[in-house]
C-alpha cells in the first residue's frame, strides 16, 4: 500500500513570488517555525510531508502534514520549504530553485478570480512604498491593535468658544449691556472697585482699624447711650423712648391689657407701666401672630437655621407685623434689599487716595414711598436718592438701615458693613445737595441716620452721625427687645413702631425741606398726613 499522504496544495514552487511574499508576511510565526522544522528534519532520511494553507484569501494558517518515516520514499519528493522561505526574504537557500515557473503577480490576475481580496482599512500612505515596490501589507491596519483617535495637527481648544484663561471672555454680541456689568461686579461685596486694594481692608478689625486715619475718617464712640448729653440731639427723643420700651414701660396700648395677653406674658407680675393711654398711639399685633413667631424663633435657633431663613422666618415678617399696626403703615414700607450694592460704585468711600474700601450691603431698609409723580420727576432728571439703585428703593428715601446676624455672630462684620453702608448714603446726600443747589450744600448738618443690629433674636439700636470731614458710629447702642417671649416680640414692635415715627416725624422733614422741595418743586405733595 504507499504510504505517501494525500496531497492537499500544489506545489509551493508554483506559487508566485508575489504571492509568497504575501504568504509569508501574512503567516509571521507560522512560516518561521515551518522553517525551523525543516531545519530539523534536513538530517532525517526520506521524509515525506504535503503542505496545505487553508482559507488562501486570509493567508493565515498554515499547516505542515508529516507521514511516518519511511526509507523507501525517494527524495523527490520532499519539499525545500526552508529554502522557498529564504528565497522569499532574500536569503540564499542551499535548495536549487531554477527551472521554476514564474507565474504573473497577484496584482495581474484575473479581476473574476475566487481569491476575496482585503479592504483597506487606511494605512497611511508613506508606508505603502518600500524601494519602489508596494507592500502587500499596503492599506492593512494591525487587527489587535487598539483603535485610537486620529491626531490632530490643530493647537485650537476643542470648544470654539471656549475662553483663555487669565483673559475675560468677549463680550461681543451679549445682551447684556455695560451698565449690567458694572452692576454685577459691584455687587461682589468681597471685591474692591480698586485692583489695588489692600489686602488689609478685607478684615472687618483691621478695615475699622484703619478707617480711624480713612480721608473720611469714622470713629466709634466710647461708652453707651445712656447719657443724653453725649448723643446727637436729633435723636435724643429716640433714645429716651427705646430705653423706655427697654425697661418695660409704655410698650403696649392699655386695650391691650386683658387676662390672655398677662397669661401669654409667663404669669408674671406686671408693672401697670407696660400699658399706656396714647390716643394717638400705635396699634399691637393680635396674641396669635405673635405667638407664632415666637415658636419660629426657638425653631430657627433649635435648627441651627441660616441668616437667609431668619430673615424670611423671624424678622421680615416682624417687620411688616410692626408696620401693619402702625399709624404710618401707609407711607412707609420696609424692603428686604440683602442683594442690593452700594450703586454707582463711585460712592464706595476711600480709604486713601485712590484706594476704596470693600463694598458693603445690608439686609433691611425703611423707605418714605413718594407719589408717583415725584418719582416720574426724579427719573426724567436721572436722579436717585439713596446709595443704591435697587428699584424699589431708587426714588423713595431710605430712613433706617437693619443689618442681621445668626445668634452670636458676626458683630465686627456688622460694624464695618453698617458703617460703610451709611458713609456712602451721606456721600449721596452731599451729592444731593448739590444737586439742588442748596447753599450749604458743603456743609450742612444731616440728621443721625439710626441702624439696627439684629443677632437671631436680638434687636439692638445704634446709629451713624455726620461730621462733615468724618463721621462716628454709636455701637454701643441699646437692646429694646427679644424674640424669644410674646412680651420680648411686643417690645421689638413697639421699638420699631418708634422708629417709623422717627422717620415720618423727623427724617421726612428734613429730606422734603433741603432736597426735594429743591428738586422738584411743585410736583411735590403733602405727606404730612
Given at each position: 500500500?504507499?504510504?505517501?499522504?494525500?496531497?492537499?496544495?500544489?506545489?509551493?514552487?508554483?506559487?508566485?513570488?508575489?504571492?509568497?511574499?504575501?504568504?509569508?508576511?501574512?503567516?509571521?510565526?507560522?512560516?518561521?517555525?515551518?522553517?525551523?522544522?525543516?531545519?530539523?528534519?534536513?538530517?532525517?532520511?526520506?521524509?515525506?510531508?504535503?503542505?496545505?494553507?487553508?482559507?488562501?484569501?486570509?493567508?493565515?494558517?498554515?499547516?505542515?502534514?508529516?507521514?511516518?518515516?519511511?526509507?523507501?520514499?525517494?527524495?523527490?519528493?520532499?519539499?525545500?520549504?526552508?529554502?522557498?522561505?529564504?528565497?522569499?526574504?532574500?536569503?540564499?537557500?542551499?535548495?536549487?530553485?531554477?527551472?521554476?515557473?514564474?507565474?504573473?503577480?497577484?496584482?495581474?490576475?484575473?479581476?473574476?478570480?475566487?481569491?476575496?481580496?482585503?479592504?483597506?482599512?487606511?494605512?497611511?500612505?508613506?508606508?505603502?512604498?518600500?524601494?519602489?515596490?508596494?507592500?502587500?501589507?499596503?492599506?492593512?491596519?494591525?487587527?489587535?491593535?487598539?483603535?485610537?483617535?486620529?491626531?490632530?495637527?490643530?493647537?485650537?481648544?476643542?470648544?470654539?468658544?471656549?475662553?483663555?484663561?487669565?483673559?475675560?471672555?468677549?463680550?461681543?454680541?451679549?445682551?447684556?449691556?455695560?451698565?449690567?456689568?458694572?452692576?454685577?461686579?459691584?455687587?461682589?461685596?468681597?471685591?474692591?472697585?480698586?485692583?489695588?486694594?489692600?489686602?488689609?481692608?478685607?478684615?472687618?478689625?483691621?478695615?475699622?482699624?484703619?478707617?480711624?486715619?480713612?480721608?473720611?475718617?469714622?470713629?466709634?464712640?466710647?461708652?453707651?447711650?445712656?447719657?443724653?448729653?453725649?448723643?446727637?440731639?436729633?435723636?435724643?427723643?429716640?433714645?429716651?423712648?427705646?430705653?423706655?420700651?427697654?425697661?418695660?414701660?409704655?410698650?403696649?396700648?392699655?386695650?391691650?391689657?386683658?387676662?390672655?395677653?398677662?397669661?401669654?406674658?409667663?404669669?408674671?407680675?406686671?408693672?401697670?407701666?407696660?400699658?399706656?393711654?396714647?390716643?394717638?398711639?400705635?396699634?399691637?399685633?393680635?396674641?396669635?401672630?405673635?405667638?407664632?413667631?415666637?415658636?419660629?424663633?426657638?425653631?430657627?435657633?433649635?435648627?441651627?437655621?441660616?441668616?437667609?431663613?431668619?430673615?424670611?422666618?423671624?424678622?421680615?415678617?416682624?417687620?411688616?407685623?410692626?408696620?401693619?399696626?402702625?399709624?404710618?403703615?401707609?407711607?412707609?414700607?420696609?424692603?428686604?434689599?440683602?442683594?442690593?450694592?452700594?450703586?454707582?460704585?463711585?460712592?464706595?468711600?476711600?480709604?486713601?487716595?485712590?484706594?476704596?474700601?470693600?463694598?458693603?450691603?445690608?439686609?433691611?431698609s425703611l423707605s418714605i414711598q413718594?407719589?408717583?409723580?415725584?418719582?416720574?420727576?426724579?427719573?426724567?432728571?436721572?436722579?436717585?436718592?439713596?446709595?443704591?439703585?435697587?428699584?424699589?428703593?431708587?426714588?423713595?428715601?431710605?430712613?433706617?438701615?437693619?443689618?442681621?446676624?445668626?445668634?452670636?455672630?458676626?458683630?465686627?462684620?456688622?460694624?464695618a458693613q453698617v458703617s460703610t453702608?451709611?458713609?456712602?448714603?451721606?456721600?449721596?446726600?452731599?451729592?444731593?445737595?448739590?444737586?439742588?443747589?442748596?447753599?450749604?450744600?458743603?456743609?450742612?448738618?444731616?440728621?443721625?441716620?439710626?441702624?439696627?443690629?439684629?443677632?437671631?433674636?436680638?434687636?439692638?439700636?445704634?446709629?451713624?452721625?455726620?461730621?462733615?470731614?468724618?463721621?462716628?458710629?454709636?455701637?454701643?447702642?441699646?437692646?429694646?427687645?427679644?424674640?424669644?417671649?410674646?412680651?420680648?416680640?411686643?417690645?421689638?414692635?413697639?421699638?420699631?413702631?418708634?422708629?417709623?415715627?422717627?422717620?415720618?416725624?423727623?427724617?421726612?422733614?428734613?429730606?422734603?425741606?433741603?432736597?426735594?422741595?429743591?428738586?422738584?418743586?411743585?410736583?411735590?405733595?403733602?405727606?404730612?398726613?
Amino acid at each position: 500500500m504507499d504510504n505517501k499522504p494525500e496531497t492537499v496544495c500544489e506545489d509551493l514552487g508554483a506559487t508566485p513570488p508575489a504571492s509568497q511574499a504575501a504568504i509569508v508576511n501574512h503567516v509571521g510565526p507560522a512560516a518561521s517555525l515551518g522553517s525551523s522544522m525543516m531545519n530539523k528534519l534536513s538530517g532525517l532520511k526520506q521524509p515525506s510531508m504535503s503542505v496545505s494553507y487553508s482559507s488562501f484569501s486570509m493567508l493565515t494558517s498554515f499547516t505542515i502534514y508529516l507521514s511516518p518515516l519511511t526509507t523507501t520514499q525517494s527524495m523527490s519528493s520532499y519539499v525545500d520549504i526552508a529554502g522557498w522561505v529564504n528565497s522569499t526574504t532574500g536569503v540564499t537557500s542551499n535548495s536549487d530553485t531554477k527551472g521554476r515557473k514564474r507565474t504573473r503577480p497577484l496584482a495581474e490576475m484575473d479581476a473574476n478570480a475566487t481569491t476575496p481580496k482585503r479592504p483597506r482599512i487606511g494605512k497611511p500612505a508613506a508606508l505603502a512604498d518600500v524601494d519602489g515596490v508596494e507592500s502587500e501589507n499596503a492599506g492593512f491596519d494591525d487587527i489587535d491593535e487598539t483603535p485610537r483617535a486620529p491626531r490632530s495637527s490643530s493647537t485650537l481648544p476643542l470648544l470654539p468658544n471656549a475662553p483663555v484663561l487669565g483673559r475675560p471672555p468677549s463680550t461681543s454680541g451679549s445682551k447684556r449691556s455695560c451698565s449690567e456689568d458694572e452692576d454685577n461686579s459691584s455687587r461682589r461685596s468681597g471685591q474692591s472697585s480698586s485692583s489695588k486694594r489692600s489686602k488689609r481692608s478685607g478684615s472687618p478689625l483691621k478695615q475699622s482699624s484703619d478707617r480711624q486715619y480713612g480721608l473720611y475718617p469714622v470713629t466709634y464712640a466710647a461708652g453707651d447711650m445712656s447719657i443724653p448729653s453725649k448723643l446727637p440731639k436729633a435723636v435724643v427723643g429716640l433714645v429716651k423712648a427705646l430705653r423706655s420700651i427697654a425697661r418695660d414701660i409704655a410698650v403696649l396700648p392699655l386695650a391691650c391689657d386683658t387676662p390672655a395677653i398677662r397669661e401669654a406674658f409667663g404669669g408674671v407680675d406686671i408693672e401697670e407701666t407696660l400699658f399706656h393711654d396714647h390716643a394717638a398711639g400705635d396699634a399691637a399685633p393680635v396674641l396669635e401672630e405673635v405667638s407664632d413667631l415666637v415658636g419660629k424663633t426657638a425653631a430657627c435657633k433649635s435648627d441651627g437655621a441660616f441668616e437667609s431663613a431668619w430673615n424670611c422666618e423671624v424678622h421680615y415678617p416682624l417687620l411688616e407685623m410692626a408696620r401693619k399696626s402702625s399709624r404710618h403703615k401707609h407711607t412707609l414700607r420696609w424692603h428686604n434689599i440683602t442683594n442690593a450694592s452700594i450703586s454707582p460704585p463711585s460712592l464706595v468711600p476711600y480709604l486713601r487716595e485712590k484706594e476704596k474700601i470693600q463694598s458693603r450691603k445690608v439686609d433691611f431698609s425703611l423707605s418714605i414711598q413718594l407719589p408717583y409723580s415725584v418719582k416720574r420727576h426724579l427719573a426724567q432728571q436721572n436722579l436717585q436718592l439713596n446709595q443704591t439703585d435697587y428699584g424699589p428703593v431708587k426714588y423713595n428715601p431710605l430712613a433706617i438701615s437693619i443689618e442681621t446676624k445668626l445668634p452670636g455672630e458676626g458683630g465686627l462684620e456688622a460694624r464695618a458693613q453698617v458703617s460703610t453702608w451709611a458713609e456712602a448714603q451721606v456721600r449721596q446726600l452731599r451729592i444731593l445737595l448739590q444737586q439742588a443747589e442748596h447753599p450749604r450744600w458743603q456743609d450742612v448738618p444731616i440728621p443721625p441716620l439710626p441702624l439696627l443690629f439684629v443677632q437671631g433674636s436680638d434687636w439692638t439700636f445704634w446709629c451713624f452721625e455726620d461730621h462733615v470731614v468724618n463721621g462716628l458710629l454709636y455701637e454701643q447702642g441699646i437692646e429694646f427687645g427679644r424674640t424669644t417671649s410674646v412680651l420680648g416680640t411686643y417690645k421689638v414692635v413697639a421699638g420699631l413702631q418708634i422708629l417709623m415715627g422717627w422717620a415720618k416725624e423727623v427724617w421726612w422733614p428734613w429730606i422734603e425741606e433741603h432736597i426735594l422741595r429743591r428738586l422738584v418743586g411743585d410736583v411735590l405733595v403733602d405727606l404730612s398726613n
